[in-house]
Nanobody, 123 residues
Framework: QVQLVESGGGLVQAGASLRLSCAAS????????MGWFRQAPGKEREFVAA????????YYADSVKGRFTISRDNAKNTVYLQMNSVKPEDTAVYYC????????????????WGQGTQVTVSS
């Protein structure tokens, strides 16, 4: 089992920056590829970004490419999502997830999920 706890969400104005963190515990964090997803009210959960277990590869949704950066610190068992130039359409609950396989986009590829953190961007 891997337990994931997100933090860092909040209410920000459009154009601001925000950094989300996801702390992992349980099994060896560095064995897992990590992803961030988000879900807005009335919408399906959508892929945001993923990072390979080593940190050597990353992958982003087109909607956040160039604005968001995913990173990880295996010594701290933590994955981050740096969100810059946020937009009202970024408003959602953000979830981190862990996967043994490097498949990235489908949420079904992920084995463990956190409870989520709310991000609200005002215009």
């Amino acid at each position: 089992q891997v337990q994931l706890v997100e933090s860092g969400g909040g209410l920000v104005q459009a154009g601001a920056s925000l950094r989300l963190s996801c702390a992992a515990s349980g099994r060896t964090f560095s064995n897992y590829n990590m992803g961030w997803f988000r879900q807005a009210p009335g919408k399906e959960r959508e892929f945001v970004a993923a990072i390979r277990w080593s940190g050597g590869s990353t992958y982003y949704a087109d909607s956040v490419k160039g604005r968001f950066t995913i990173s990880r610190d295996n010594a701290k068992n933590t994955v981050y999502l740096q969100m810059n130039s946020v937009k009202p359409e970024d408003t959602a609950v953000y979830y981190c997830a862990a996967a043994r396989r490097w498949i990235t986009v489908p949420h079904t590829a992920y084995d463990y999920w956190g409870q989520g953190t709310q991000v609200t961007v005002s215009s």
